[in-house]
């Protein structure tokens, strides 16, 4: 099993960047897939999700109308649209995959998720 997040760097406020994360090693399309993020010296938290079909996306409340998450199944892909970026969104950023779904609020629970990749560092200068 492998996740394969790309697509950091190094942006000032305001600018985008588009992060990609390749998934090889498990049917995809069973497979809800999501990001998360650690800040230097702060918890890792959870920034956004989408459902195996792509019907359903979850979004932290800081990042929502900036950040849009999407998949191609096709090419076994998940995307994160970060626009419209903040120094506060400088992290190292996750990418992460769940079979199914879960209960309530499941996608902010590490735990929910099955398999984890490296991480891509984005930084934002202000």
């Known amino acids: 099993v492998q996740l394969q997040a790309s697509g950091g760097g190094l942006v000032q406020a305001g600018g985008s960047l588009r992060l990609s994360c390749a998934a090889s090693g498990f049917t995809f399309d069973d497979y809800a897939i999501g990001w998360f993020r650690q800040a230097p010296g702060k918890e890792r938290e959870f920034v956004a999700a989408?459902?195996?079909?792509?019907?359903?996306?979850f979004y932290l409340d800081s990042v929502k109308e900036r950040f849009t998450i999407s998949r191609d199944n096709a090419k076994n892909t998940v995307y994160l649209q970060m626009d419209s970026l903040k120094p506060e969104d400088t992290a190292i950023y996750y990418c992460?995959?769940?079979?199914?779904?879960?209960?309530?609020?499941?996608?902010?629970?590490?735990?929910?998720?099955?398999?984890w990749g490296r991480g891509t560092q984005v930084t934002v200068s202000s």
């Open positions: 989408i459902t195996w079909s792509g019907s359903s996306t």
């Open positions: 992460v995959a769940k079979k199914g779904v879960g209960y309530g609020t499941w996608y902010f629970r590490e735990y929910e998720f099955d398999y």
